[in-house]
């Protein structure tokens, strides 16, 4: 039970302001169809963290602080660039919907690599040994965070600025992959 608590309450925590979601967020004025976008996020984020579980449970002793920070700002640089490029249509995002829930699985499971929820999970299945623990408390903390954004966004759709918020989503990412580059650079040089 400890391991569930504690993973929960520290995903719930770090999710809020995360890239994910950001994400959501950025979902929910697209499609404007909440619950396919929560069933996509749940569904991503139980293979996402089984297996990040899974990692940290097979590879505890060589997970060390320097590696998941640089592997952190690395996928967070590149995710702030990523955001950065346009659609084909110039900068809106497909919204045609026509399966919301496997655009939000697709798409949120390749967010979450790398994120810090997922590095959380990893971290605390290696210490817990607990896959099925960390794993319920993480997706159920995720969802928790992200599920009043997904109903907000919905309800605010029509005025959201689509362009600024992936910029500003962009600069954020960029912001926290820089902040993730100075730890691994001193804990690599330390």
Known sequence: MEAFLVTFGAVAIAEIGDRTQLLALMLAAC????????????AATLVNHL????????LADWLKPR?????VAVSLLVMAGWTLIPDKDGGKPDCSARNVFLATLWIFFMTEIGDKTQIVTTTLAAGYHSLVAVVAGSTLGLLIADAPVVFLGNAFAGRLPLKTIRYVAAAIFAGLGIVFAVRASMAWSG
């Open 31 to 42: 499609y404007r169809k909440p619950w396919p976008i929560l069933a996509g996020i749940v």
């Open 67 to 71: 590696v998941l920070d640089t592997v």
């Open 51 to 58: 297996a990040a579980g899974a990692v940290g449970i097979l």
